[in-house]
């Protein structure tokens, strides 16, 4: 008796023939160019280092396009907003120590975003590997090691014929839910040396479901039948699983508000009748979460940023469903379903009650009251010109695109009072919170889609992480407009240190003139003002290829509310 999974397909004879007889001239590097490209990959982000030239020397024998930035940490902003945007594996080439390091602060923005980025690093020649301490260039006793706590997954190669296996599992692994960056490295003799290996000319490119437990799902379905009073935090999960859609049906079944956290937004529609929005660092809608009797969280571990800094105490029931195993119950105790969003909520669907015979009248009313609450609270704070801005921004901004939001200001503001007008348009650094994220990202994004204008937002401080990035910019043609906000300093440590201790220190920063330092790498600069941003920066965003906008002012920030 023959079973299904014995079944293997035979090769053909040009295949065999093709297997027998592969090309001269290939290396290891070949290897891994034909590994990605067998999976799907069609464009790799990265920087050449010694012991990673093979790599790049094979992407001249391959169809695949590279995208070269000046830093590694860049070039992995870069791949993880391609990877965010397309929802592929982006592929990150780089070298061996400091290239290698340089990107630890992008792979850990990727791993608390649950965005897929596969990097592939050179290693030493392998009589360095395990400590024996040959003083190669670049040489540490444990590269992988710098990895393993910021990664999913780790996959070492040693020789030729584990590449296409160590790349394609890392691939699965990049993409299995929850999504997230993995480390493949390969030592230097490995990719120079010839291969007789044969053209790698596939791959299994789909990675595991994770479906819920149905007994969970059942259980999750009848408490929100019952609810009197269900409400809903849509995260970052949401987006990630493109569950937005089902997330609405199943809302509107139970007549629950939402309220999206920062990398959740997008997943519910901002005007809907039961959108709570994205004020979920305000005391109001705090209060709103905790009194509801059965509260659906989907796709967020109720960290810091989603919790109101860890002051959200919720009364009633809790359903989490969450893909990251670690993050179910990490904050609140709940009925813990591991799944993926889109599944999780299908299930949900497909088993919840109808509420027709039992309707919960007023939620709507109750949506509109909460948010009549949030916008005394900041209009009471005279913060009129950080609204201006950032209304002009929404209103310069084609509903379709999407924009990149470094960590200023501006931003803390987009998190909770931007329109991201739909799924997957609006992303920020919030995951792990470091500086320069903003424009690479976007170069990222405009890489994988080049028929719409990319934003890229930026204060002084962060924008001068990537300021190299503009030669990128210009060498590829990329279609980003970078909004900077210069306000001479770190503003919002600034008013941190102010709050704190009184006065700041070491916040205070020296700008360049930064129209003339884009111009300076051919790109062209604007300096705006509040009152004619909007029309410069919708010109900006409606010009081909890049461009810089510079606005000084300086933003405040509203007033905490998990302090009182």
């Known amino acids: 008796m023959t079973h299904d999974h014995d079944l293997v397909l035979r090769p053909t004879q040009a295949?065999?023939?093709?297997?027998?007889?592969?090309?001269?001239?290939?290396?290891?590097?070949?290897?891994?160019?034909?590994?990605?490209?067998?999976?799907?990959?069609?464009?790799?982000?990265?920087?050449?280092?010694?012991?990673?030239?093979?790599?790049?020397?094979?992407?001249?024998?391959?169809?695949?396009?590279?995208?070269?930035?000046?830093?590694?940490?860049?070039?992995?902003?870069?791949?993880?907003?391609?990877?965010?945007?397309?929802?592929?594996?982006?592929?990150?080439?780089?070298?061996?120590?400091?290239?290698?390091?340089?990107?630890?602060?992008?792979?850990?923005?990727?791993?608390?975003?649950?965005?897929?980025?596969?990097?592939?690093?050179?290693?030493?020649?392998?009589?360095?590997?395990?400590?024996?301490?040959?003083?190669?260039?670049?040489?540490?006793?444990?590269?992988?090691?710098?990895?393993?706590?910021?990664?999913?997954?780790?996959?070492?190669?040693?020789?030729?014929?584990?590449?296409?296996?160590?790349?394609?599992?890392?691939?699965?692994?990049?993409?299995?839910?929850?999504?997230?960056?993995?480390?493949?490295?390969?030592?230097?003799?490995?990719?120079?040396?010839?291969?007789?290996?044969?053209?790698?000319?596939?791959?299994?490119?789909?990675p595991d479901e994770l479906p819920p437990r149905p007994e969970l799902t059942a259980v999750a379905a009848d408490l929100l039948s019952r609810a009197a009073r269900p409400a809903i935090i849509a995260g970052g999960g949401v987006v990630r699983s493109d569950a937005s859609g089902k997330l609405k049906r199943l809302a509107e079944v139970l007549q629950a508000p939402v309220v999206t956290t920062p990398g959740g937004k997008g997943a519910f529609p901002w005007k809907h009748p039961l959108s709570l929005r994205s004020w979920i660092e305000d005391r109001h809608t705090t209060d709103f979460l905790e009194d509801a009797d059965v509260l659906l969280v989907v796709g967020s571990g109720l960290g810091e940023l989603s919790s109101n800094y860890h002051t959200f105490k919720p009364r009633g029931r809790v359903v989490q469903i969450e893909a990251d195993l670690g993050k179910l119950e990490s904050n609140h105790p709940a009925?813990?379903?591991?799944?993926?969003?889109?599944?999780?909520?299908?299930?949900?669907?497909?088993?919840?009650?109808?509420?027709?015979e039992r309707p919960r009248p007023g939620a709507a009313e109750r949506v509109r009251e909460v948010l009549t609450k949030v916008a005394d609270r900041i209009a009471a704070q005279e913060l009129t010109l950080e609204q201006d801005v950032l209304a002009s921004v929404r209103k310069a901004l084609p509903a379709d695109s999407p924009s990149?939001?470094?960590?200023?200001?501006?931003?803390?503001?987009?998190?909770?009072?931007?329109?991201?007008?739909?799924?997957?348009?609006?992303h920020s650094a919030q995951g792990a919170g470091g500086?320069?994220?903003?424009?690479?990202?976007?170069?990222?994004?405009?890489?994988?889609?080049?028929?719409?204008?990319?934003?890229?937002?930026?204060?002084?401080?962060?924008?001068?992480?990537?300021?190299?990035?503009?030669?990128?910019?210009?060498?590829?043609?990329?279609?980003?407009?970078?909004?900077?906000?210069?306000?001479?300093?770190?503003?919002?440590?600034?008013?941190?240190?102010?709050?704190?201790?009184?006065e700041p220190t070491a916040t205070e920063l020296t700008r360049p003139d930064y129209v003339a330092l884009a111009e300076s790498f051919g790109v062209p600069g604007a300096r705006t003002s509040p009152q004619t941003l909007e029309a410069d920066l919708a010109k900006a965003l409606s010009t081909p290829g890049p461009s810089v906008v510079v606005l000084p002012a300086l933003l405040r920030m509203f007033a905490p509310t998990h302090l009182s």
């Not at 395990?130 to 190669?157: C, I, M, N, W």
Request: glycine share 12%; charged share 15%.
């Open 435 to 502: 500086l320069g994220y903003g424009f690479p990202a976007a170069l990222g994004a405009a890489a994988a889609d080049p028929t719409r204008p990319v934003l890229a937002v930026s204060g002084d401080g962060g924008a001068l992480y990537s300021i190299a990035e503009l030669a990128t910019a210009r060498q590829y043609g990329l279609n980003v407009t970078w909004l900077i906000v210069d306000d001479g300093g770190y503003g919002i440590l600034r008013e941190y240190m102010t709050d704190a201790f009184g």
């Open 15 to 206: 295949q065999i023939s093709a297997a027998l007889n592969p090309p001269a001239g290939r290396n290891g590097g070949d290897l891994v160019v034909e590994t990605l490209a067998g999976l799907g990959a069609t464009t790799v982000f990265g920087l050449p280092g010694q012991h990673a030239l093979a790599m790049f020397d094979a992407l001249r024998r391959s169809s695949l396009r590279y995208i070269g930035l000046r830093v590694e940490n860049n070039a992995g902003f870069a791949a993880d907003a391609y990877g965010r945007i397309t929802g592929e594996a982006a592929p990150l080439l780089l070298s061996t120590g400091p290239g290698a390091l340089t990107s630890l602060a992008a792979l850990q923005e990727a791993a608390a975003a649950s965005a897929p980025v596969l990097a592939i690093g050179s290693q030493v020649p392998t009589p360095g590997l395990g400590g024996g301490r040959h003083g190669y260039l670049h040489e540490l006793p444990d590269q992988a090691a710098s990895f393993r706590g910021v990664v999913k997954s780790v996959h070492t190669v040693r020789t030729q014929s584990q590449i296409p296996s160590a790349i394609e599992a890392a691939w699965k692994s990049a993409l299995s839910v929850p999504h997230g960056p993995v480390w493949v490295e390969i030592p230097q003799d490995v990719l120079l040396a010839q291969t007789s290996i044969p053209v790698v000319t596939g791959g299994d490119a789909f």
């Open 404 to 426: 990149f939001w470094d960590m200023t200001i501006l931003a803390y503001w987009a998190w909770s009072a931007f329109d991201a007008k739909g799924p997957n348009l609006m």
């Open 335 to 356: 009925l813990g379903i591991h799944a993926d969003a889109r599944l999780a909520l299908q299930a949900l669907l497909e088993t919840v009650e109808t509420v027709v």
